[in-house]
């Protein structure tokens, strides 16, 4: 099992990134997804989620209505719109709900 994660940067406040995991090793199309984050000095946060098929998502009340998970063959991507400061981390996909398979992060800096 393989997960890559891909888009991070450094971005102005307001601006916006689009991260991608391209998964690999597995059938990817039985399993949820997920995408986590962790800052400097913080627990690990789970940002969104989506179920094996694609047609449902849930995200943590930090992002609702500026981040967006979707999926596509065998990727796995987060829109982030609206960036703040706060959404700064290091940014990890899963498989499942983050109880087996992480990747190997991507780095998000929100800064002006």
């Known amino acids: 099992v393989q997960l890559v994660e891909s888009g991070g940067g450094l971005v102005q406040p307001g601006g916006s990134l689009r991260l991608s995991c391209a998964a690999s090793g597995f059938t990817f199309s039985s399993y949820a997804m997920s995408w986590y984050r962790q800052a400097p000095g913080k627990e690990r946060e789970l940002v969104a989620a989506i179920t094996s098929a694609g047609g449902s998502a849930n995200y943590a009340d930090s992002v609702k209505g500026r981040f967006t998970i979707s999926r596509d063959k065998n990727t796995v991507y987060l829109q982030m719109n609206s960036l703040k400061p706060d959404d700064t981390a290091v940014y990890y996909c899963?498989?499942?709900?983050?109880?087996?398979?992480w990747g190997q992060g991507t780095q998000v800096t929100v800064s002006s």
């Open positions: 899963t498989r499942g709900l983050g109880n087996d398979y």
